[in-house]
């Protein structure tokens, strides 16, 4: 299996945190075959609103929410 990686953003209710201000208004910059090029999308997107403390992007782990049983990245 490809280690899936999903890349999303948006307005956060603390800067510190991970809580979703409007969950509709999330976006998705898309998923990814590895981590390299998730993280490359994620410096893209973090990059362009830098100056917006409340603006917040991660890369999720898809491979490990479809197969939480392996432990390999």
Do not use: C, N
């Amino acid at each position: 299996m490809d280690k899936l990686h999903l890349v999303m953003g948006g307005r956060v209710k603390d800067p510190q945190g991970l809580e979703f201000v409007d969950l509709k208004a999330i976006d998705v910059v898309g998923v990814f075959p590895d981590y390299h090029s998730a993280e490359e999308a994620w410096r893209g997107a973090a990059q362009r609103t830098v100056d917006d403390a409340e603006m917040r992007y991660v890369v999720v782990h898809l491979h490990r929410l479809l197969e939480p049983g392996k432990s390999e990245d």
